[in-house]
């Protein structure tokens, strides 16, 4: 009875969030938090080298607007690349004599997106600073330049907004949550999953490995669509290589979900220096969404498992069914996306 009720109040628990992802998130794309970049170098007095990058989410390009001052003009015609998880544009400006200083660069549209834009300036004399404009706030001031501690600040920021957005990787942590049994066990799990990915994350961040975007969104997709059967498994009392040693198809998935991650920045095209700060940030950022969102879970869990109601079995392989089922949904999408990509 006791494994009943707790199962029970994890279908409870866990449906909503689940049926809410597949509301949410309906296409192959389960990163729309992936940044746009925006990059201004003064070249002379009130003149601007501009480099504008969009991300390309499903073969459709973010529609969000760059849109300078009043009375800036160009210089000569913009130069526009098409990559192929992203859209750059490079413009050369002139903002008159008193520069971009005390203005504001609009990004119209990202109001309307769950996505950011990191901006970094760099003037002259030598000066530089990096900002982000959120959907919130889609704008930024070309005024003075930020603290090491704000700059830090807004990678942490980016990393939490990164992983909640994150619907697969989110839903993957879910999966090994509904298959760990005992506290122990959970500890080890998201220490493996934490450990795996941070490995992959820096070392394609900082240039050591590079692997393309499509398949490694396929493999994330495939990561969850094979803890589908494995959760179905361990409620009806079987097991399993995954049943018995979760932490060792976390830490293995966890490499794969590192690769995702790492979209976010190496997607924006930072400047070297700019690596190292960014990504110690926005891991830790990543960390605190992850831990939070365990936390809650665990919490919510404990609650509800005091609760006297037994729900009837099917209730209880509805979370289960469903992390299978939207697995399966995103692994065939992304591999249709690859192999168009490859055609």
Same mark, same amino acid.
């Given at each position: 009875?006791?494994?009943?009720?707790?199962?029970?109040?994890?279908?409870?628990?866990?449906?909503?969030?689940?049926?809410?992802?597949?509301?949410?998130?309906?296409?192959? +794309?389960?990163?729309?938090?992936?940044?746009?970049?925006?990059?201004?170098?003064?070249?002379?007095?009130?003149?601007?080298?501009?480099?504008?990058?969009?991300?390309?989410?499903?073969?459709?390009?973010?529609?969000?607007?760059?849109?300078?001052?009043?009375?800036?003009?160009?210089?000569?015609?913009?130069?526009?690349? +098409?990559?192929?998880?992203?859209?750059?544009?490079?413009?050369?400006?002139?903002?008159? *004599?008193?520069?971009?200083?005390?203005?504001?660069?609009?990004?119209?549209?990202?109001?309307?997106?769950?996505?950011?834009?990191?901006?970094?300036?760099?003037?002259?004399?030598?000066?530089?600073?990096?900002?982000?404009?959120?959907?919130?706030?889609?704008?930024?001031?070309?005024?003075?330049?930020?603290?090491?501690?704000?700059?830090?600040?807004?990678?942490?920021?980016?990393?939490?907004?990164?992983?909640?957005?994150?619907?697969?990787?989110?839903?993957?942590?879910?999966?090994?949550?509904?298959?760990?049994?005992?506290?122990?066990?959970?500890?080890?799990?998201?220490?493996?999953?934490?450990? $795996?990915?941070?490995?992959?994350?820096?070392?394609?961040?900082?240039?050591?490995?590079?692997?393309?975007?499509?398949?490694?969104?396929?493999?994330?997709?495939?990561?969850?669509?094979?803890?589908?059967?494995?959760?179905?498994?361990?409620?009806?009392?079987?097991?399993?290589?995954?049943?018995?040693?979760?932490?060792?198809?976390?830490?293995?998935?966890?490499?794969?979900?590192?690769?995702?991650?790492?979209?976010?920045?190496?997607?924006?095209?930072?400047? *070297?220096?700019?690596?190292?700060?960014?990504?110690?940030?926005?891991?830790?950022?990543?960390?605190?969404? +992850?831990?939070?969102?365990?936390?809650?879970?665990?919490?919510?869990?404990?609650?509800?498992?005091?609760?006297?109601?037994?729900?009837?079995?099917?209730?209880?392989?509805?979370?289960?069914? $469903?992390?299978?089922?939207?697995?399966?949904?995103?692994?065939? +999408?992304?591999?249709?996306?690859?192999?168009?990509?490859?055609?």
């Amino acid at each position: 009875m006791r494994l009943n009720s707790r199962v029970a109040c994890w279908g409870r628990v866990l449906l909503l969030p689940v049926l809410g992802w597949l509301a949410a998130v309906p296409t192959a +794309q389960a990163h729309e938090s992936r940044p746009a970049y925006l990059e201004l170098k003064e070249t002379g007095p009130g003149q601007y080298s501009v480099l504008w990058r969009t991300p390309v989410l499903s073969g459709q390009r973010l529609n969000v607007v760059l849109t300078m001052p009043a009375g800036v003009q160009n210089l000569r015609e913009p130069v526009v690349l +098409q990559l192929p998880d992203s859209l750059l544009e490079r413009r050369w400006i002139s903002a008159g *004599p008193e520069g971009l200083a005390g203005k504001r660069i609009e990004f119209v549209s990202l109001q309307f997106t769950i996505t950011d834009v990191l901006a970094r300036v760099e003037l002259e004399d030598g000066r530089s600073w990096t900002t982000i404009a959120r959907p919130a706030t889609p704008w930024i001031e070309v005024t003075a330049a930020r603290s090491a501690w704000q700059v830090a600040g807004d990678y942490v920021l980016e990393g939490i907004r990164h992983i909640l957005f994150a619907a697969d990787h989110l839903l993957f942590v879910l999966g090994l949550l509904l298959i760990v049994r005992d506290g122990w066990t959970l500890v080890k799990t998201i220490t493996a999953f934490t450990v $795996a990915h941070s490995i992959t994350l820096a070392a394609t961040t900082l240039g050591y490995v590079s692997v393309p975007a499509p398949p490694v969104e396929a493999a994330i997709a495939f990561s969850i669509l094979f803890l589908g059967p494995e959760i179905v498994r361990r409620w009806q009392g079987e097991t399993s290589f995954t049943i018995r040693n979760p932490w060792v198809v976390a830490f293995a998935f966890g490499l794969l979900h590192g690769f995702g991650f790492a979209t976010a920045l190496t997607s924006a095209g930072l400047p *070297p220096s700019d690596v190292p700060l960014a990504l110690v940030c926005f891991n830790v950022g990543v960390e605190l969404g +992850q831990l939070t969102f365990v936390a809650l879970i665990v919490l919510l869990e404990r609650a509800l498992s005091r609760a006297p109601v037994v729900w009837p079995r099917w209730v209880m392989m509805i979370p289960g069914y $469903a992390v299978g089922s939207m697995g399966a949904f995103w692994t065939i +999408q992304r591999v249709n996306l690859w192999l168009r990509a490859l055609g």
